[in-house]
Protein backbone atom coordinates (compact mmCIF):
# COMPACT_ATOMS: atom_id res chain seq x y z
CA UNK A 1 0.00 0.00 0.00
CA UNK A 2 1.46 3.33 -0.83
CA UNK A 3 0.99 6.67 1.24
CA UNK A 4 1.88 9.96 0.26
CA UNK A 5 2.35 12.90 2.47
CA UNK A 6 0.01 16.18 0.99
CA UNK A 7 1.24 19.73 1.58
CA UNK A 8 4.62 18.93 -0.15
CA UNK A 9 6.35 21.64 -2.52
CA UNK A 10 6.20 20.46 -5.88
CA UNK A 11 9.63 20.78 -5.72
CA UNK A 12 10.31 18.51 -3.35
CA UNK A 13 10.59 14.73 -3.19
CA UNK A 14 7.65 12.54 -1.81
CA UNK A 15 8.36 10.08 0.54
CA UNK A 16 6.36 7.27 0.21
CA UNK A 17 6.33 4.05 2.02
CA UNK A 18 6.40 0.48 -0.23
CA UNK A 19 4.73 -2.07 0.44
CA UNK A 20 7.64 -3.58 2.16
CA UNK A 21 7.85 -0.85 4.65
CA UNK A 22 10.95 0.39 3.39
CA UNK A 23 10.50 4.36 2.36
CA UNK A 24 11.19 5.06 -1.34
CA UNK A 25 11.85 8.29 -2.63
CA UNK A 26 10.37 9.73 -6.14
CA UNK A 27 10.35 12.80 -7.67
CA UNK A 28 7.30 15.09 -8.06
CA UNK A 29 6.97 16.05 -11.52
CA UNK A 30 4.29 18.38 -13.46
CA UNK A 31 1.37 17.01 -15.61
CA UNK A 32 3.46 18.92 -18.90
CA UNK A 33 7.18 18.95 -18.58
CA UNK A 34 9.87 20.01 -20.93
CA UNK A 35 11.68 16.99 -22.39
CA UNK A 36 13.98 15.47 -25.07
CA UNK A 37 14.15 12.52 -27.21
CA UNK A 38 17.51 10.94 -28.05
CA UNK A 39 18.76 12.26 -31.38
CA UNK A 40 15.88 14.66 -31.67
CA UNK A 41 17.76 18.57 -33.00
CA UNK A 42 15.35 20.16 -29.74
CA UNK A 43 12.85 19.62 -26.57
CA UNK A 44 9.26 19.53 -26.37
CA UNK A 45 7.03 19.15 -23.60
CA UNK A 46 5.89 16.33 -23.13
CA UNK A 47 2.31 15.39 -21.14
CA UNK A 48 2.96 13.28 -18.17
CA UNK A 49 -0.33 11.10 -18.20
CA UNK A 50 -0.95 8.32 -15.44
CA UNK A 51 -3.79 7.24 -17.29
CA UNK A 52 -1.89 5.55 -20.25
CA UNK A 53 -0.45 2.24 -20.02
CA UNK A 54 2.50 3.01 -22.24
CA UNK A 55 4.12 6.04 -23.58
CA UNK A 56 3.27 7.14 -26.97
CA UNK A 57 4.71 9.81 -29.56
CA UNK A 58 3.13 11.59 -32.73
CA UNK A 59 4.41 9.75 -35.71
CA UNK A 60 3.64 9.62 -39.31
CA UNK A 61 4.68 6.31 -40.82
CA UNK A 62 6.65 6.59 -43.65
CA UNK A 63 7.64 2.83 -44.14
CA UNK A 64 6.63 -0.07 -42.28
CA UNK A 65 7.13 -4.14 -41.95
CA UNK A 66 4.53 -5.87 -43.32
CA UNK A 67 0.95 -5.52 -41.98
CA UNK A 68 0.73 -9.30 -40.78
CA UNK A 69 4.22 -9.10 -38.90
CA UNK A 70 4.07 -9.57 -34.81
CA UNK A 71 7.59 -8.54 -34.15
CA UNK A 72 10.72 -7.94 -36.14
CA UNK A 73 11.78 -5.43 -39.05
CA UNK A 74 12.29 -1.91 -39.50
CA UNK A 75 9.80 0.98 -39.33
CA UNK A 76 10.87 4.09 -40.52
CA UNK A 77 8.42 7.58 -39.10
CA UNK A 78 8.43 10.92 -39.13
CA UNK A 79 8.00 12.57 -35.32
CA UNK A 80 6.93 16.34 -35.16
CA UNK A 81 6.97 17.51 -32.24
CA UNK A 82 4.66 20.50 -30.50
CA UNK A 83 6.54 23.27 -31.95
CA UNK A 84 6.53 21.84 -35.65
CA UNK A 85 9.37 20.91 -36.04
CA UNK A 86 10.44 17.23 -37.80
CA UNK A 87 13.12 14.37 -37.77
CA UNK A 88 12.66 11.24 -39.19
CA UNK A 89 13.71 8.35 -37.41
CA UNK A 90 14.41 4.34 -38.36
CA UNK A 91 13.99 1.76 -35.24
CA UNK A 92 13.12 -2.35 -34.90
CA UNK A 93 9.40 -2.84 -34.09
CA UNK A 94 9.64 -4.96 -30.99
CA UNK A 95 5.30 -5.26 -30.94
CA UNK A 96 2.65 -4.63 -32.46
CA UNK A 97 -0.39 -3.66 -29.59
CA UNK A 98 -3.95 -4.27 -30.24
CA UNK A 99 -5.87 -0.21 -29.58
CA UNK A 100 -9.94 -0.22 -28.93
CA UNK A 101 -11.15 2.19 -31.41
CA UNK A 102 -14.53 4.17 -30.48
CA UNK A 103 -16.51 1.52 -32.73
CA UNK A 104 -15.82 -1.84 -30.46
CA UNK A 105 -13.61 -2.64 -33.09
CA UNK A 106 -9.34 -2.67 -32.98
CA UNK A 107 -6.75 -1.40 -35.09
CA UNK A 108 -3.17 -1.78 -34.42
CA UNK A 109 0.20 0.25 -33.60
CA UNK A 110 3.50 -0.62 -33.85
CA UNK A 111 5.65 0.05 -31.04
CA UNK A 112 9.50 0.46 -30.67
CA UNK A 113 11.87 1.62 -27.91
CA UNK A 114 13.16 5.21 -28.12
CA UNK A 115 15.19 7.01 -25.33
CA UNK A 116 13.36 10.03 -23.60
CA UNK A 117 15.01 12.88 -21.11
CA UNK A 118 12.34 13.52 -18.50
CA UNK A 119 13.56 15.72 -15.34
CA UNK A 120 17.14 15.52 -16.20
CA UNK A 121 16.76 11.49 -16.20
CA UNK A 122 17.39 9.81 -19.61
CA UNK A 123 15.12 6.12 -19.79
CA UNK A 124 14.77 3.98 -22.69
CA UNK A 125 11.28 1.89 -22.83
CA UNK A 126 8.82 0.98 -25.14
CA UNK A 127 6.89 3.52 -26.92
CA UNK A 128 3.37 3.35 -29.34
CA UNK A 129 3.77 5.01 -33.28
CA UNK A 130 0.47 7.19 -33.07
CA UNK A 131 -0.89 9.90 -34.97
CA UNK A 132 -1.01 12.61 -32.56
CA UNK A 133 -1.81 15.61 -34.73
CA UNK A 134 -5.07 16.24 -33.13
CA UNK A 135 -3.97 16.38 -29.63
CA UNK A 136 -2.13 19.63 -27.88
CA UNK A 137 1.05 17.40 -26.82
CA UNK A 138 3.43 15.22 -29.28
CA UNK A 139 4.44 13.45 -26.71
CA UNK A 140 2.57 11.41 -24.15
CA UNK A 141 4.25 9.61 -21.54
CA UNK A 142 2.60 6.88 -19.79
CA UNK A 143 3.04 4.61 -16.65
CA UNK A 144 5.65 2.24 -18.30
CA UNK A 145 8.48 5.63 -18.48
CA UNK A 146 6.97 7.11 -14.84
CA UNK A 147 7.50 3.84 -13.37
CA UNK A 148 10.80 3.56 -14.57
CA UNK A 149 11.75 7.24 -14.19
CA UNK A 150 10.30 7.13 -10.32
CA UNK A 151 7.81 9.63 -10.56
CA UNK A 152 4.79 11.48 -8.70
CA UNK A 153 2.84 13.22 -10.76
CA UNK A 154 0.96 16.30 -9.23
CA UNK A 155 -1.63 17.34 -11.55
CA UNK A 156 -1.61 20.64 -10.24
CA UNK A 157 1.43 22.01 -11.82
CA UNK A 158 3.70 22.16 -14.85
CA UNK A 159 6.98 22.32 -15.90
CA UNK A 160 8.15 21.70 -12.41
CA UNK A 161 11.81 19.94 -13.44
CA UNK A 162 14.81 21.28 -15.21
CA UNK A 163 14.31 20.95 -19.08
CA UNK A 164 18.36 20.17 -19.20
CA UNK A 165 19.50 16.60 -19.89
CA UNK A 166 22.24 15.35 -19.26
CA UNK A 167 24.86 14.64 -22.16
CA UNK A 168 23.57 10.37 -23.01
CA UNK A 169 26.27 7.55 -21.93
CA UNK A 170 27.33 4.95 -24.13
CA UNK A 171 25.53 2.96 -21.71
CA UNK A 172 22.43 4.64 -22.01
CA UNK A 173 22.50 4.67 -26.17
Known amino acids: MLMLGFGLSSCQLAQLQASDGTPESKQTVGWIEAGQMADADSPTEFKL ?69 VAGQWIEEKVNLADRTQFDYAVLIGRNMLQAGGWVVDSSVKNVTSANCPERSEAAS
Request: hydrophobic share 40%.
Open 49 to 117: DTGAKTTSINAEILDAPEAGSEAGGMIKFRFVDTNGDSQVFERPVVEWVRIKDGEGGFFRRPVVTMQLC
